[in-house]
Nanobody, 132 residues
Framework: DVQLVESGGGSVQAGGSLTLNCTAS?????????VAWFRQAPGEAREGIAA???????NYADSVKGRFTISKNIAKNSLYLHMDNLKPEDTAVYFC??????????????????????????WGQGTQVTVS
């Protein structure tokens, strides 16, 4: 089975920073698949916030653009989400997710790693981030 294990969540004051880690199963490498971070606040739908594919090109939701950075470590088969200037509205459970292959979303002739929940096949258990 594919397993994704997140860590790095916690409580932080507004304006602070956190880095989330996700270790992926070696059945699918982070190099050859789309990997992403989603989050879900209480009473809200799960939303995609950052995704990265085969290259270093990333796709971000408008709500986190300029504040969050997604990256991957190929040697460790790991995914990271560095979050700066955190706001109370960033409070949520954060999930890492992985697709079986490369998934892209194309609009206006431009394609980016997909943030569509239906494009991701495997999910971690989630880690809580609380911003006060």
């Amino acid at each position: 089975d594919v397993q994704l294990v997140e860590s790095g969540g916690g409580s932080v004051q507004a304006g602070g920073s956190l880095t989330l880690n996700c270790t992926a199963s070696y059945e699918y490498t982070v190099t050859g698949t789309t990997v992403a971070w989603f989050r879900q606040a209480p009473g809200e739908a799960r939303e995609g916030i950052a995704a990265i594919g085969r290259t270093a090109t990333a796709n971000y939701a408008d709500s986190v653009k300029g504040r969050f950075t997604i990256s991957k470590n190929i040697a460790k088969n790991s995914l990271y989400l560095h979050m700066d200037n955190l706001k109370p509205e960033d409070t949520a459970v954060y999930f890492c997710a992985q697709a079986r292959g490369i998934r892209t979303f194309c609009s206006g002739g431009r394609c980016s790693p997909s943030l569509q929940i239906t494009d991701l096949d495997f999910w971690g258990q989630g880690t809580q981030v609380t911003v006060s």
